[in-house]
């Protein structure tokens, strides 16, 4: 009899790992480098580990692009750290430089910073442009995301 598992990737070396239905998820350890599924933060990503959260997590990814020289998005980046600690193992939120990593941004057909994007077994379930509080960016996270 097969139970159910969850695929999780790892947001510190991108090994995915199988977690038991039964298991807490939030106490996951990664299988390979033994560091925390879930900790809290929003894990930096550049566009090829972006590929393989997208195509490998079995729960929403939420995708904040940005830039260090953006205002609006220095100005969202602690409510998007609080919405990390408080919807992860929900959901995993990774952020991507487009500074570093132009060729996602444009993958992706970001035209504005900060953009969030919401993927779910490799598809986008929606996105937005601008910078939001708190309040509304869990909510948006929280309604796209079951």
Known sequence: MSQHVTHIVCPHCDVVNRIPAEKPAKEAKCGRCH????DGQPAEVTGERLEKHIRSNEIPVVVDFWAPWCGPCRMMAPAYERAAGQLEPNARL???????DPGAAERYGIRSIPTLIMFRNGQIVDRVSGAMDERRLQQWIVSHAH
């Open 35 to 38: 560091r925390a599924l879930f």
């Open 94 to 100: 990774l952020k991507l430089n487009t500074e570093n």
